[in-house]
């Protein structure tokens, strides 16, 4: 009976299981036939000056018009895109598509780009980064290269050799939600980053009330240390900027500022001059 009971257990797991890999089919066999029919659009966040709310540059971020689903936002897909690779071809035609955008934009800004452990790994990543570039036109000192722990972890003299390709085209490499993955002091000494993106959930615990704000606080004082430039993510608040701000952070990104919107909303902020909404003189005499 017991046997009986197990087969029956299993039988559900496994209608779970097949359940489950015929949705990813499907989402693999959506991405793909997205791909073709361009329904990805580029989205960008401004990246500010934390002092001064002047935007410095724009993040890219993948978001899809799927014909049914509507919107669907990179956190639904980039994941699948990664297993089946599709992230290769869906990156590049990011980048691409960024790197032609920014010629509308102040000739000063920077753009930020994701770049997933898979594209990290894949072999012609410098050579079509080059084309892109010559393309494009845009200058490899403009480009930030987002990686995240875990793109970093791996392999270090496999990855220490890509970080240096990359280095030589003058291209700038941050950490993406630092503090998250592992490993991830070792990597600042061997490796030529230039910024740390402060994870948002350390961000999110700067709170009015009560304490909050000290993870924050450590990596803001380390890449001072080391001479990193730094990006807190996910400023929700008038009171996380300006705590950031007493910290010496020098940038900032999040819905404080604007949200993720696509090209046209950029082209009225920078038609408004380029500068986000902050409200100065909110009071400092409480900081812990
Ligand atoms: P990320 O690179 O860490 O991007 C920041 C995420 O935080 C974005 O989520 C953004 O919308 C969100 N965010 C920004 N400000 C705030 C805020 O104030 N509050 C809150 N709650 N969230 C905020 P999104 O757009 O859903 O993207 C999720 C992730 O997908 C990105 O995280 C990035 O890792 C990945 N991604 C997006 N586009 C691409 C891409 O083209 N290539 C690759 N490889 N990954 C991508
Ligand atoms: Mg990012
Ligand atoms: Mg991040
Ligand atoms: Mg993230």
Redesign the pocket.
Known sequence: RAKREHRGGSYLFDLQLTQMAQKRLDLEGDLRRGLQQHQFQ??Y?PIVDIRTGQIVGV?????WHHPQRGLV???EF?AC??DTGV?IP??LQ?LECACLQMQEWPSDWWLS????PR?FAYPFLGRDIDLILQRTGFPAQRLHL?L?EGALGENVPVVADTLRQLRGRQICLCV??FGTGYSCLRYLQEFPIHNI?I??SF??SIAEAGSGGEIAKIIAHLGYSLNLTVTA????TAYQQEFLRQLGCPYG????FA??QPPSGIDRLVHAGGCLPTKPGHSAATWP
């Open positions: 580029v989205y966040q993040e890219a971020l993948t978001y936002g990179p956190g980039i895109a990664e992230i869906l990156g990011t780009v994701n770049l997933s594209q987002e995240t993406d939600d993106k994870d948002r961000v999110a993510e996910g400023i929700e990104q999040g819905f404080y949200r993720p």
